[in-house]
């Protein structure tokens, strides 16, 4: 994300992460957001009319599906949603050459179909994939220990950066199996 950016948004949810991507875009950039669930949506609005005292100039929120966008391009886009490789087809319009698209999925099958979906493509960079976890320390003076519990999983993301047209990736180089 950069000052200026366009963003295109899958998920909406609360509005958290959409609060986040308006602040990192600033005024000269735009966030359009899409959210299946209309709850989700009038909770989005909300907390964002909330966080900014207003509802920002420069977001759009649409109910209804991202992978029925057709409009302007974008520099980034980010899904956050059950199902992204379905919206794999309208994404790779949307986004511009150059152009970074981010996956938040919860399990790891869902990691597998986004990445092999990704692949299958054939317009994206090799997906980059991690894991994100949550492990507290205890800080007192020179105890300095993790906590006994943690969070063990919180979540995949997934990269991608999008090719021009009539570049192909270069296939992933894997070590032959020892058998």
Known sequence: ?????????????????????????GPNGSVRSYEIREDHAEHAVRNVERFFGERPDNWTLTLGDVADYDGEQVDRVVLDMLKPWDALPAVS????PGGVLIVYVATVTQLSEIVEALRQQQCWTEPRSWESLVRPWHVVGLAVRPEHRMQGHTAFLVSARRLADGVVAPKPQRRPSKG
């Not at 950069?2 to 986040?20: H, I, Q, Y």
């Not at 319009?93 to 511009?96: H, Y």
């Open 1 to 25: 994300m950069f000052p200026g950016a366009r963003v295109l948004e899958a998920g909406a949810g609360s509005g958290a992460l959409t609060c986040s991507l308006l602040r990192a875009v």
């Open 93 to 96: 319009r949307a986004l511009i």
